[in-house]
């Protein structure tokens, strides 16, 4: 299997499981068409399907497939799948059980001694179903949401390259048109197609290309055998204690490294995975495209150059990466989205097309599930006669929430890249990623359920304030932008986080 280019089994047995027992909500009469069958666009399929809507989907590529290599899914994205019954049973098969997190500086020297993955995220003695968080292979994960997909019967259309959005609230409808010339309409289009979705002309007025941050990313998935068959490879990133699974995190300055050598829990499929952010010491390629390979030479040269002295087994490890197997990913920066729906309501962005996040939130995945979950509870809730009330809801409940997450990605960076290394010792505490209760323990069907009605009057000329409690207790939302960012960065001052953000 190849860490970025998976295509999907759509025959396997699990796709025609007769003990899927899934409880689906009676017809609600709305139509809903997804662009987009990523994670967020398959979740929000599966979601609109199970509340009662009728579904289709429409996709780019030309049949089903998945890329990418690892991510984490946090609790808040997996509570919906005990909704769905074999999804449930393959999820257990394709998470990371027994996994190990080891911290070290970029020169190799460990801090402190490997902990349970679980310990590292907050999980404490909590099972590997109600951990706060979980790190998943991307293409594993896509493969069974497609799955499901298949066992509901939701029809997915390949080859349909959207060039335009649009929207008719006379007729309440929402609509695409491919580059093929063809019209779809529904009454309501999820634009799910990721960071350059053309959502946004319908949107903003104009694309959001994103803008250079200075910083990218080197990522790497390749078979484990391969990895190790180099004696020093095995031996610093070898699986814990020969048969469990082992992620790391190599800090220096403005940069980290995280590695992953993994088996499923039949000790099987090994995959080594693997990605370093950098700094980049001139001008930026912003080309963002899973076909940008580089050369392992050429990430050597730039490791060494942004950040000088990389331990020797990090340079085996690049050594032993297949030609064409590592992508460049340039990290462009994109401000919070002020909205995320049209005018009329009838056209709304969710995943990245809405919101897009650091890879070191370790939340984007998490949160375009949460997008899914929400807007399929609050389009049931509103009824068909109300789909532009459901959506400004859904955003209400959403856009808060969102901005949180995406600055908590800035946090994380600062220790990753910007701790003062002399000072941590043997701690691995000091510099571990923060992975709040707050943004783990929400469950966002319930709270949707729960607080549907109160947001969707507070919309109402005169209607009471709304509060959202699934951000940080004590915190108050305010807008902020990169360049607020950018500028505490550049006076050495951190992000103000104020409230528990614990």
């Avoid at 089903?64 to 769905?84: E, H, N, P, Q, W």
Wanted: hydrophobic share 35%.
């Amino acid at each position: 299997m190849s860490g970025f280019t998976h295509t999907i089994d759509t025959e396997r047995p699990s796709a025609t499981d007769t003990d899927d027992q899934v409880q689906c909500a009676p017809p609600t009469g709305i139509t809903v068409l997804i662009i987009g069958a990523g994670v967020g666009g398959l979740m929000a399929a599966l979601e609109c399907h199970r509340k009662g809507h009728t579904v289709r989907v429409f996709e780019r590529s030309t049949s089903a497939s998945a890329g990418g290599d690892m991510f984490t899914i946090g609790l808040s994205g997996r509570r919906v799948i005990k909704r769905y019954p074999a999804m449930q049973k393959e999820l257990d098969e394709i998470s990371i059980h027994d996994s190990w997190m080891q911290h070290r500086k970029w020169t190799s020297e460990p801090i402190g001694e490997p902990r349970p993955f679980g310990q590292v995220v907050g999980g404490g003695g909590l099972t590997l179903h109600n951990q706060p968080m979980v790190t998943q292979l991307r293409p594993l994960f896509h493969a069974m949401l497609y799955h499901q997909i298949e066992r509901f019967g939701i029809e997915v259309s390949y080859g349909k390259r959207i060039v335009k959005y649009y929207e008719d609230a006379e007729r309440g409808v929402g609509g695409v048109i491919t580059d093929e010339g063809e019209h779809a309409e529904a009454d309501l289009v999820l634009a799910a197609d990721g960071l350059n979705s053309h959502s946004q002309e319908l949107v903003f007025g104009s694309l959001n290309k994103g803008v250079p941050s200075g910083r990218s990313i080197f990522r790497a998935a390749w078979d484990l055998e391969l990895a190790m068959a180099d004696p020093l490879v095995k031996e610093t990133f070898g699986l814990k204690d020969g048969k469990d699974p082992l992620m790391q995190a190599w800090m220096g300055p403005d940069t980290h490294a995280m590695t992953l050598s993994y088996v499923d829990k039949n000790s099987k499929n090994g995959q080594m995975l693997w990605g370093v952010t950098f700094k980049e010491p001139g001008e930026q390629d912003t080309t963002e495209s899973w076909r940008n390979t580089v050369s392992g030479d050429d990430v050597l040269k730039m490791m060494e150059k942004s950040a000088p002295g990389w331990g020797e087994p990090m340079k085996r490890l690049v050594k032993t990466m297949p030609a064409g197997s590592i992508i460049f990913w340039p990290l462009l920066w994109r401000d919070p989205n002020p909205r995320t729906h049209s005018n009329g309501g009838r056209v709304l962005q969710i995943g990245d097309a809405a919101h897009s996040f650091l890879p070191t939130s370790g939340n984007g995945a998490t949160q375009a599930i949460e997008d899914a979950i929400t807007i399929a509870a609050c389009l049931q809730h509103a009824g068909k006669d109300n789909v532009a009330t459901a959506v400004e809801t859904h955003s209400l409940l959403r856009s808060e929430r969102v901005s949180c997450g995406q600055l908590l990605g800035f946090v994380n960076a600062e220790r990753l890249q910007k701790a003062d290394l002399s000072k941590v010792g043997n701690d691995a505490k000091k510099v571990a990623a923060k992975v709040p209760k707050w943004l783990w323990q929400l469950d966002p069907e319930q709270y949707a359920d729960e607080n549907y009605a109160a947001a969707a009057a507070s919309l109402q000329e005169g209607g009471p304030a709304f509060v959202n409690t699934n951000i940080p207790v004590g915190y108050t939302p305010k807008p902020w932008t990169l360049a607020d960012i950018e500028k505490l960065e550049s006076e050495g001052k951190q992000v103000e986080m104020s409230g528990d953000w614990s």
